[in-house]
């Protein structure tokens, strides 16, 4: 099932159920991935690739966990509760986020392939990093994990 007829499929069952939390996430989902079809449209392709499916919501899931960041700090949990509530929705469409251990798993192995030893080398392995970590771990995460090897 691709992730539209998912999508469709879950707007259905939210109304159905009438989950009005659910169906406004689901809703938005689709209509970001609207948008981001018109616009590839004019480079001659049809639909989203599923990498380009997975940076969307990723960049989704980036933007809810830096609202829920900045609503705690202003003391605002209902807003910080409503963020947390569709970013758990959001993750529902996301691969898997890998725990601490098999990060840093993944982030000893490139850097010993890599033979980074300073933080000078912190570049190529965010690169390396991203690549092949993506939508499975956050961006800020890997950074501050690399950097805390990186440094003696």
Do not use: C, H, W
């Not at 992730?3 to 259905?12: G, M, N, P, Y």
């Not at 169906?23 to 991935?33: A, F, G, H, P, Q």
């Not at 899931?61 to 829920?68: H, P």
């Amino acid at each position: 099932m691709s992730l539209r007829e998912r999508i469709d499929a879950d707007i259905k069952a939210a109304m159905k159920a009438k989950d009005k939390t659910r169906l406004e996430t689901v809703r938005s989902i689709k209509k970001l991935i609207l948008e981001k079809e018109s616009s590839v449209r004019a480079s001659g392709q049809d639909s989203l690739t599923p990498e380009q499916e997975l940076e969307l919501l990723s960049q989704l899931a980036k933007q809810r966990r830096d609202s829920i960041q900045q609503y705690q700090q202003a003391n605002r949990t209902d807003l910080a509760d409503q963020e947390s509530q569709e970013l758990a929705i959001l993750e529902e469409y996301l691969p898997r986020q890998l725990t601490d251990a098999e990060l840093d798993a993944v982030l000893d192995q490139l850097i010993t392939d890599l033979g980074a030893k300073t933080p000078k080398d912190m570049g190529k392995v965010m690169s390396a990093a991203m690549q092949q970590l993506k939508g499975q771990a956050d961006g800020k995460r890997v950074q501050e994990r690399v950097k805390a090897k990186l440094n003696p």
